[in-house]
């Protein structure tokens, strides 16, 4: 694969997040990509580590991409977050559905 063709997928692969939202940040991109490199779910603190941010911004970016974002409006319902029930400090996220669906369309850019 040559460095066009990579650049061109990496791009239909932003497309498909600028579907949700137009401006949506790196983090916030980071925040979906994270859950799905695993098939069970992963604690937030977790997904700071390997996103280089603070536990509170990953918690807040993964909020984006749950049913009711952190201003009680319409999250884009990608991600489902529950509490740990072996340790209850701990907030787990899974991806949704509709998470699945793009984490799917993603891979299947990446495999073209």
Do not use: W
Not at 8 to 32: A, C, G, H, N, W
Not at 39 to 66: D, E, F, L, W, Y
């Amino acid at each position: 694969m040559d460095t066009k063709e990579s650049m061109d997928k990496l791009i239909q692969i932003l497309d498909e997040f600028s579907k949700l939202d137009r401006e949506m940040p790196v983090q916030t991109i980071l925040s979906f990509l994270i859950p799905c490199s695993t098939s069970k779910p992963i604690p937030i603190k977790q997904i700071a580590a390997r996103a280089g941010m603070q536990q509170s911004s990953a918690s807040r970016n993964v909020m984006a991409h749950t049913d009711i974002n952190r201003q009680k409006g319409k999250g884009h319902d990608t991600l489902r977050t529950f509490e740990n029930p072996m340790f209850r400090v701990e907030k787990l996220v899974e991806l949704t559905p509709k998470g699945e669906l793009l984490r799917d369309k993603i891979v299947a850019i990446m495999n073209q």
